[in-house]
């Protein structure tokens, strides 16, 4: 349904390519995070990003969520605790997309972190 619309209202500015690609762009990046974040993550820490309490950690105001990206990379190439390790299940640039949405939902906000910066890492 969302894609339809980003479609819809892409389309039209297709003489403005520039302007929109900078209107449209970040916002379907952001879906695409979205539907990664609720395929591969939200199970545990939930749709809304706050975790189940003494469980599984809010990724919403989490210190290691709004601190670096390169942490949360971290945390997925490696895993941790009960948390498993996504190396090898996820594509990079799929973590780059789920990174870039929790550490910009919720009222979080952080820069963006590249596929071929988390490849450096593992
Ligand atoms: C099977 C449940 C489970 C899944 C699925 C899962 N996690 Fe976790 N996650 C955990 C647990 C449990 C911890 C706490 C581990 C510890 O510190 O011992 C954690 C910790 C984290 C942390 C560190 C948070 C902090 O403040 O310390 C981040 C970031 C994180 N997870 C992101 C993700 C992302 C992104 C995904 C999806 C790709 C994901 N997790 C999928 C269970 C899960």
């Not at 894609?3 to 403005?16: A, D, E, M, S, Y």
């Not at 599984?56 to 190439?77: C, I, K, M, N």
Request: aromatic share 6%; proline share 3%.
């Amino acid at each position: 349904m969302k894609r339809i619309n980003t479609v819809v209202l892409c389309k039209p500015l297709g003489t403005l390519f520039a302007m929109a690609f900078l209107a449209c762009s970040p916002a379907s990046a952001q879906e695409a995070g979205k539907r990664l974040f609720l395929n591969n993550c939200a199970e545990c820490h939930q749709r809304d990003g706050k975790g189940i309490a003494n469980i599984y950690p809010a990724l919403a105001g989490s210190e290691v969520v709004r601190g670096s990206g390169v942490d949360v990379a971290l945390v997925l190439l490696i895993g941790r605790g009960e948390m498993p390790s996504f190396a090898g299940a996820i594509s990079h640039e799929d973590m780059a997309s789920i990174i870039n949405y929790v550490r910009n939902a919720w009222g979080n906000s952080g820069e963006a972190i590249s596929a071929e910066t988390i490849a450096e890492l593992q």
